[in-house]
C-alpha cells in the first residue's frame, strides 16, 4: 500500500516540471469551478423552466418580453430592502399566470402594495440577498429570520397600520384577544407611538368577594373556570387542591363588607319561573349575558358573565341588591341601573336563583380556615400575581409582573426555550407558549387558556407585529391607530347615563361599545316625543334583531331630562333639525316620493313602510317614520348616509335634490297612527 | 506517466464538481401508520367540504368521512388516510374509523389562495385505493376584503340561510337574489357585467330594481375586492379564478 502512495506520488510530483502541471491543471480545475456553480445556480434553473413553461402558452409573447434573465434586485435604501427574490419569483408580476400553481412561478395575489415599492422581505421576511432556496427562505448561521409562515403574514401589515385594517382580520383579532383576555394585565405591551395597551376585560374587585359567593365557589372557580362557565376569561391556574382551599381562605377572610351590597328586601325571591323568564326577556338581558340552552348552545352576548350556573355561585340576598342598583357593590361595571321595583327585583332573582347546577359543588367540602392556611393563600395570591388582574385589598399590583412584550416579535431564536420536537422558530415558540405554557418547565407562572387554534394563531400574529422594526419605523411610515376618546357627558344627564350605562353598548364622540347605534349625532336625527317614548318604553326598530335596547324603568323626569340633553347636545353641524317641516308638503309631492319608493330606489327590498305588503327588515321599520326622524335628518341621510354614520349598510344612491325632497315627504307623512288618533282626540 | 498524471487531475476535476454540486436535502421520516383490519368499498363525505376559509387558516369545520361497505354500511377500524398539495396540514393526517365508520379531521389550507382538493383515501379487500375528492376554498388578500364587503352589505339578501344572529332577508324579496355561489349562472357573466350591475343596480342589466346601485357608496377598488370574492367561492368552480392544488 505504502509502495503504492509513493510510486503515486513519484508519477506526479517527480520532478518539479511534472509538479508544475499538475499543481497548475488542479488550479485550473478549481478556478472552472465559480463559473460552473454560476451555470448550474438555482436562479438559472428556474428561469430555464419558466421559459420552458411559458413557451406553449397563448400570451407567451407577453411573458416573453416582460421577461428579463440574470439576477433580478429590489433595492429600497431608505426601507433596507435588498432583495433577489424576483430571480427566481419571475411570473411574480404576471396576472395572467394566475392559473400555474407550480412555484416559484405563481403571480402574487392581489394586495394594495406594490412589490417596486415594498420589496419581498417587507412582509415575508426571509433573506432577501440570497440567490438559493435554502438561503432565502429558512433560517442560516448567518442569518436568523427565516420566510413568515403564511398563516400569519398579517403580522407584517401590523408593522406599519397600528389601526384595524380592512381585509387583515386575523390580525384585528389578535390585537382585540390580547386586550379582551386581559393578556396585557400581566404582560406590558407599549406601542411604538408610546402607547400601552390597555385591557378591555374587566376582572371584579376581591376586595369584598365574601358578600357575593362563598368559599367553596371561589374553590371550585379556581380549580377550573371552565367548569362553571365554558365562556370564563379566567385562565386555568392547575392550582393543587391544597393551594386552592388556602386561596379561597385568604380571600373569604379577606373580605370586608360592602355597606348596601347585600341589603335585604321585604319580598323574598319569587319562584315564579314563566314571570321570571318574561322579564329577562324584557330586559334585553342576553344582549350582554349568554346562558346555555338545553341543546348547549351558548345563547346570548359577552358583555357580561355568563349565567349558566349563576344560582350556585351568587348570595341570594346580594343578587336581589345587585338586580336593584349594581353600582353599589362595583362602581364602574357595565351593568346598567335598571330601575326594578321590589316586586320585579324578586322575580328576576328567584329566575336567575333557579339557574344553578347541583352538581357544581356537590363535591367541595372544606373544613375552617386555619391561620397557615390563610397566610400561605396570601403568599400564593402574589405568587400568582392575582393582583394584577383583580383588586385585592391589602395586595399592591405587582408591576411588570411577566415579561414585557413590545418587542416580542424580534426575539432572538437563540434567547428561547424550545420543546423537544417543536419546531425551532420564534412563530413557533409564541404559537406553542400560548398553546401549553407550562409545558416550557418547572414552576412557570402562567396559566392554561382554552384558545381555539385560530385565536393562538391570531394572538401570535399580533405579537408578531410587536417587533424593533415596527418600534424604529418614522412616524411617515406608519398609520397610526386613533387615539381612544375618553368622552365624558357632563352633568345630571351625564351621571344619568353613567348610571344606565349606555356606553356600554353606545358610542357618542369616539367612546363606547359598537353593539348599538352610535349616537354623536342623535340629537339632529329625532323628534324629542318620540325619544321621550322610548326611553320609558323601548319598541324595537328592527325585528331581525336579538340584541336591544333594554326598558330601564325611567322616571318621567330622568327620560325628559336625557332626552333634552341628547336634542341639544348630540347636533351634527350640518344637519339644521328645525330646517325642514314635519308636516303640510303636497299630496303631489307626497305621491312622487312613494313612486320613487317603490320604483325607482326599490326601498322595500329592506324597508317597510306599509306592514301588509312590505316585508324587507333589513333597514329599520319605517312605518311611523314621520312621527320618529325629523325632516332635515331624512333629507341629509338619504343624499350622504355615510356621511352621517360611515359605515351604514344604506347605499349612498346619488340621489337629485328633487327627488331626496320628495322622499322625505312621503316618509314623513308616515306618521304613528297611535299618536295621530290622541292628537286627533286632543283636539 | 503523463497520460496517469492526466487522468488523475480529470478524477479529481471530477470529484470537486461532484463535492460542489452536492447540496443538504432533508429526509422525511414517514410517520408511523396504525395497522387497519377491515376494509370498506367506498368513502363518502358527512360534513366539511366547499368550505371557505383565509389562505394558511384552519377550516371552520372539521372535514368528516365516512367509510361504507358494498352494501353501504358503514365500517369501523378501517384506516383512512388524508392527502393534498404541500403546505395543507391535516390533524390527524390519518385515522381509523370509529363505531359509526367515520373519521375527523382538522384541515389547515395552504398559504396560496385558491381551491385545494383533498384526497381521502382508504384502501378495499382486494388492496386496491379507493379515493374521495373534496374541494375547499382558500382566501387570498383581496377575496378577505371582499367576503368582509358581501358580509357587511350583500349576504343579507343574496344568502338564503338564516343563522339566530342574522335573520336573511332573501325570503321577503318578490324577485330572488342570486346566491354568490350560483356558479352556473355567474360563470357566465363577465367581470365588466358584474362591475356594472353593482355600480348601477339591478336595472342597468334589466333585471330588477332591488338590487340597488352601490357605485356611490363602495370604491371601485371595494368592487373589484367583491368579484374576486364571487369569483372564489363560485360552484361549479370558476375556470379563471386561479387554479386547483392537487395532491402531486
Known amino acids: ?683 | 506517466m503523463i497520460r496517469h498524471s492526466l487522468e488523475i487531475a480529470t478524477l479529481l476535476i471530477a470529484a470537486l464538481v461532484v463535492l460542489a454540486s452536492c447540496s443538504r436535502k432533508t429526509v422525511s421520516i414517514p410517520l408511523p401508520t396504525p395497522t387497519p383490519t377491515p376494509f370498506g368499498a367506498a368513502i363518502v363525505e358527512s360534513s366539511g367540504g366547499k368550505q371557505i376559509a383565509q389562505a394558511g387558516t384552519p377550516l371552520p369545520q372539521a372535514l368528516v368521512v365516512q367509510v361504507n361497505d358494498e352494501q353501504g354500511t358503514a365500517v369501523p377500524g378501517a384506516l383512512v388516510e388524508f392527502s393534498a398539495a404541500p403546505g395543507v396540514a391535516f390533524d390527524p393526517p390519518s385515522g381509523l374509523t370509529d363505531s359509526g365508520g367515520q373519521v375527523t379531521t382538522n384541515v389547515t389550507l395552504a398559504g396560496m389562495a385558491g381551491r385545494y382538493q383533498l384526497t381521502v383515501s382508504t384502501t378495499d379487500k382486494a388492496k386496491k385505493k379507493v379515493a374521495l375528492k373534496i374541494e375547499e376554498t382558500a382566501l387570498g388578500h383581496q377575496q378577505t376584503l371582499g367576503r368582509q364587503l358581501n358580509d357587511q352589505y350583500c349576504d343579507r339578501c343574496h344568502n338564503p340561510e338564516s343563522t339566530v344572529e342574522r335573520v336573511s332577508n332573501y325570503d321577503n324579496l318578490e324577485i330572488k337574489p342570486h346566491p354568490f355561489t350560483e356558479g352556473d349562472l355567474l360563470n357566465k357573466m363577465s367581470d365588466a357585467d358584474l362591475t356594472a350591475i353593482i355600480s348601477h343596480g339591478g336595472p342597468a342589466l334589466n333585471k330588477s330594481a332591488l338590487m340597488p346601485a352601490w357605485g356611490d357608496t363602495l370604491s371601485k377598488s371595494d368592487i373589484q375586492a367583491l368579484i374576486s370574492y364571487i369569483r372564489a367561492i363560485s360552484d361549479p368552480r370558476n375556470p379563471n379564478a386561479g387554479p386547483v392544488y392537487a395532491k402531486n
Open chain 1, 1 to 683: 500500500m505504502k509502495e503504492k502512495l509513493k510510486s503515486m506520488w513519484q508519477t506526479l510530483f517527480g520532478d518539479s516540471v511534472r509538479a508544475f502541471g499538475v499543481v497548475s491543471l488542479v488550479f485550473l480545475a478549481s478556478m472552472a469551478i465559480a463559473p460552473a456553480k454560476n451555470h448550474f445556480s438555482e436562479w438559472r434553473h428556474y428561469q430555464h423552466g419558466y421559459l420552458k413553461m411559458i413557451r406553449n402558452r397563448s400570451d407567451a409573447v407577453t411573458l416573453q418580453r416582460h421577461f428579463q434573465g440574470g439576477i433580478q434586485q429590489i433595492w429600497l435604501p431608505d426601507l433596507g430592502v435588498t432583495d433577489r427574490c424576483t430571480s427566481c419569483h419571475v411570473g411574480l408580476k404576471e396576472a395572467s399566470l394566475s392559473d400555474v400553481s407550480t412555484q416559484p412561478f405563481r403571480p402574487h395575489p392581489v394586495i394594495p402594495h406594490k412589490v417596486e415599492q415594498f420589496g419581498c422581505t417587507i412582509c415575508h421576511r426571509g433573506q432577501g440577498a440570497a440567490t438559493t432556496v435554502a438561503e432565502a427562505h429558512n433560517s442560516t448561521l448567518a442569518w436568523e429570520q427565516p420566510i413568515l409562515p403564511a398563516k400569519y403574514i398579517e403580522s407584517s401589515c401590523g408593522e406599519c397600520h397600528r389601526e384595524p385594517l380592512a381585509g387583515t382580520l386575523q390580525l384585528n383579532q389578535g390585537r382585540h384577544l390580547l386586550s379582551r383576555y386581559g393578556c396585557v394585565h400581566c404582560h406590558t405591551v407599549k406601542m411604538p407611538d408610546g402607547r400601552v395597551l390597555k385591557a378591555t376585560d374587566d376582572p371584579p374587585s376581591l376586595s369584598h368577594i365574601a358578600d357575593k359567593t362563598s368559599r367553596e365557589w371561589i374553590y371550585a372557580w379556581l380549580k377550573d373556570p371552565e367548569a362553571y362557565a365554558a365562556t370564563a376569561t379566567m385562565p386555568n391556574f392547575k392550582l393543587s387542591d391544597n393551594d386552592a382551599r388556602d386561596i379561597s381562605a385568604f380571600l373569604i377572610a379577606n373580605s370586608t363588607p360592602q355597606p348596601g351590597s347585600t341589603a335585604a328586601i321585604s319580598s323574598k325571591a319569587s319562584p315564579d319561573p314563566a314571570a321570571g323568564a318574561s322579564l329577562y326577556g324584557e330586559s334585553f338581558c342576553a344582549s350582554c349575558h349568554a346562558v346555555q340552552n338545553a341543546a348547549g348552545n351558548l345563547v346570548g352576548g359577552d358583555i357580561g358573565p355568563e349565567l349558566t350556573r349563576v344560582g350556585s355561585k351568587v348570595k341570594p340576598e346580594w343578587l336581589q341588591a345587585w338586580l336593584r342598583n349594581p353600582r353599589i357593590y362595583d362602581v364602574g361595571t357595565a351593568m346598567p341601573h335598571y330601575r326594578f321595583n321590589d316586586a320585579q327585583v324578586a322575580t328576576l332573582a328567584g329566575f336567575l336563583e333557579a339557574k344553578a347546577d347541583p352538581d357544581f359543588l356537590a363535591n367541595v367540602h372544606l373544613d375552617a380556615a386555619t391561620p397557615e392556611q390563610i397566610a400561605h393563600g396570601k403568599r400564593l395570591v402574589s405568587d400568582y400575581g392575582c393582583a394584577s388582574c383583580h383588586e385585592i385589598a391589602g395586595v399592591k399590583k405587582p408591576e411588570n409582573f411577566a415579561p414585557e412584550l413590545s418587542r416580542i416579535g424580534s426575539k432572538p431564536v437563540t434567547q428561547l426555550v424550545f420543546l423537544p420536537g417543536m419546531q425551532r422558530t420564534l412563530p413557533d415558540y409564541i404559537a406553542t407558549k400560548i398553546k401549553q405554557p407550562r409545558a416550557f418547565g418547572q414552576g412557570l407562572k402562567m396559566p392554561q387558556y382554552t384558545f381555539t387554534p385560530t385565536q393562538i394563531d391570531s394572538l401570535a400574529t399580533a405579537l408578531l407585529a410587536f417587533n424593533d422594526r415596527a418600534a424604529t419605523l418614522p412616524p411617515s411610515r406608519t398609520l397610526a391607530a386613533k387615539p381612544e376618546s375618553d368622552y365624558q357627558p357632563a352633568g345630571k344627564a351625564g351621571k344619568l347615563m353613567t348610571d344606565l350605562a349606555c356606553f356600554s353598548c353606545h358610542r357618542i364622540n369616539g367612546h363606547g361599545g359598537d353593539m348599538a347605534p352610535d349616537l354623536t349625532w342623535e340629537g339632529s336625527s329625532v323628534q324629542r316625543q318620540w325619544l321621550v317614548d322610548f326611553l320609558k318604553n323601548p319598541n324595537t326598530l328592527r325585528p331581525a334583531l336579538i340584541r336591544r335596547m333594554p326598558k330601564f324603568n325611567l322616571s318621567d323626569g330622568e327620560a325628559s331630562e336625557l332626552t333634552d340633553y341628547i336634542i341639544t347636545v348630540y347636533q351634527n353641524p350640518a344637519v339644521d333639525r328645525d330646517s325642514m317641516p314635519l308636516g303640510g308638503y303636497s299630496q303631489g309631492q307626497i305621491e312622487l316620493g312613494r313612486q320613487l319608493y317603490y320604483g325607482k330606489y326599490s326601498c322595500q327590498g329592506c324597508h317597510i313602510v306599509d306592514t301588509k305588503t312590505d316585508k324587507g327588515y333589513i333597514g329599520p321599520t319605517l312605518t311611523s317614520v314621520g312621527s320618529r326622524l325629523t325632516a332635515a335628518w331624512i333629507f341629509q341621510w338619504m343624499k350622504n348616509p355615510q356621511a352621517l354614520r360611515p359605515g351604514t349598510v344604506e347605499p349612498n344612491r346619488d340621489m337629485s335634490d328633487e327627488d331626496v325632497r320628495a322622499l322625505t315627504a312621503f316618509l314623513i307623512s308616515q306618521k304613528d297612527p297611535a299618536k295621530s288618533e290622541i292628537a286627533k282626540a286632543r283636539k
